[in-house]
């Protein structure tokens, strides 16, 4: 049973460009959830997936876009990169409508993004 | 802003004893809740989720809710080398349907 994934495990960007991140979901899930979590803290929600529509978002400048396909992968994209944006990248996948044990998210590997 | 308060620790603690983890949250209406673990340079693991006040336990693990007084805290008994890490505690936020997480804790477990 394939766990999430998300590609690429590292990258180093340059201030101004722009970046996309991947992640697929753990098998049987259909919710997709993005965070970011710089040095120290804890993730930071992005936003959230289902249904390929975006359902919720943190507070995150709109340079933050994303995407789901109809297999519920999903894509960060982040344009004109700052140096800000240095953190590593969490995906999250859970199930959207399960009774005994809701809302619980499972984490891929992460992306470590480098802005410099 | 709803908030979620850990300790940043480190908390040190000897092998074989027990290590205890606190957090406090600011949104009354919390119904679920959920303890993460993450070695450095890794990704978050769920190890508990508890939902009902009072006690769960799986193996070496124990989440204590106590939702009068917004606090739920976790319990790690005969504590090993290897769950020296930082755990991370999150709960729900049903208004804005999304997870917020505290800065976690670092456990350091001493020979």
């Known amino acids: 049973d394939a766990g999430v994934t998300q590609s690429p495990t590292h990258l180093i960007k340059t201030r101004g460009q722009q970046v996309t991140l991947r992640c697929s979901p753990k098998?049987?899930?259909?919710?997709v959830s993005w965070y970011q979590q710089a040095l120290g803290q804890g993730p930071q929600f992005i936003f959230q997936y289902y249904e390929e529509e975006e359902r919720q978002r943190g507070n995150f400048p709109d340079r933050f876009s994303g995407h789901q396909f109809p297999n519920y992968s999903s894509e960060l994209n982040v344009n004109a990169l700052l140096l800000g944006d240095s953190a590593l990248y969490l995906c999250?996948?859970?199930?959207?409508?399960?009774?005994?044990?809701?809302?619980?998210?499972?984490f891929g590997p992460g992306t470590r993004l480098t802005v410099t | 802003q709803k908030e979620v308060e850990q300790n940043s620790g480190p908390l040190s603690v000897p092998e074989g004893a027990i290590a205890s983890l606190n957090c406090t949250y600011s949104?009354?209406?919390?119904?679920?809740f959920f303890w993460y673990r993450q070695y450095s340079g890794k990704s978050p693991e769920l190890i508990m989720s508890?939902?009902?006040?009072g006690d769960k336990e799986d193996g070496r693990f124990t989440a204590q809710l106590n939702k009068a007084s917004q606090y739920v805290s976790l319990l790690i008994r005969d504590s090993q080398p290897s769950d020296s890490a930082t755990y991370l505690c999150a709960v729900y936020d049903s208004s804005a349907s999304k997870i917020i997480f505290g800065s976690g804790t670092r456990l350091s477990i001493r020979p």
């Open positions: 508890i939902y009902s006040n």
């Open positions: 098998s049987g899930h259909d919710t």
């Open positions: 949104d009354r209406v919390s119904q679920s």
């Open positions: 999250a996948s859970s199930e959207a409508r399960v009774s005994g044990s809701p809302y619980e998210q499972y």
